[in-house]
């Protein structure tokens, strides 16, 4: 059963410390290469406004997205922001609304998927202010690693056919007492629960989600095996996550 109150409770603490992050809405953000942290701040605004767009009963706008550039970005995240999680206080998980990932039409996708969201981009934030980074519960990071690997690496290899690799060795992504087998081959990359790996990359929940995103380079990781793994599994993980 997921835990919706906890996906709840992470987006709520995640986004008051993006909002809060820093001083200089000009800092550049390290991790989006060319935005600053008004732009990451006014992203995150768009992506929760189109998720409001897309859960109205009336259908998403024709038009996406609306011309925001009159309003500053502090009261856009705010409105942004009240308007998500309104819907979600409104919606059930179970409710259904369109999203792209076609095994689930429901709003408990957005929930999770704007938790997930909201947890990477805080930590973006930091970055550009220079603070510390906030380690991801060790829940959500491996409920975040779960997802990015089965439906935006696995399921997005297959729905799109991109990044397919020639049939390569596996690699086993270990982490918080679990593991992910991850096998590219030419139909797709295949997520498997056990098996034998040529490569081992483990690390700590957060770190390894902040890896999988992206957000925290190969020092996080503990390698065993052949090395080359490490490199095969980035530039899926870059292809995947961009």
């Known amino acids: 059963m997921p835990d919706w109150t906890g996906y709840r409770a992470a987006l ?5 410390l993006l909002r809060d992050a820093g001083e200089d809405p000009t800092a550049t953000v390290p991790t989006c290469p060319g935005w600053t942290l008004d732009d990451l701040r006014r992203h995150v605004a768009h992506v929760y406004l189109h998720k409001v767009a897309g859960m109205d009963p009336a259908g998403p706008p024709e038009t996406w997205p609306p011309d925001l550039s009159g309003e ?3 009261p856009l995240l705010d409105r942004s922001y009240a ?6 206080e409104r919606l059930t998980p179970e409710t259904a609304t369109p999203t792209w990932y076609e095994p689930d039409q429901t709003v408990g996708f ?5 938790a ?4 990477v981009h805080r930590a973006d934030a930091e970055l550009a202010a220079g603070t510390p980074v906030t380690p ?12 990015v690997l089965r439906i935006m690496l696995a399921w997005g290899s297959v729905k799109y056919e991109e990044f397919r690799e020639a049939d390569l060795p596996t690699i086993e992504v270990r982490s918080g007492g679990r593991s992910w087998f991850v096998r590219p081959t030419t139909r797709g990359v295949v997520i498997d629960e056990d098996g ?4 081992t990359v483990e690390a700590a929940p957060a770190d390894m989600l902040m890896w999988l995103w992206r957000r925290a380079g190969d020092e996080v990781l503990t390698v065993t095996g052949d090395p080359a793994g ?6 899926l993980m870059k292809d995947a996550t961009e």
């Open 83 to 88: 308007a998500l999680t309104a819907d979600f």
């Open 196 to 199: 034998e790996a040529a490569t």
């Open 116 to 119: 997930l969201e909201t947890a």
């Open 230 to 235: 490490v490199a095969v599994l980035r530039g």
């Open 110 to 114: 957005w929930i999770r998927r704007m």
């Open 72 to 74: 500053a970005t502090g």
């Open 136 to 147: 991801v519960g060790d829940a959500l990071a491996l409920d975040g690693a779960d997802e």
């Open 12 to 16: 709520a603490a995640d986004f008051a």
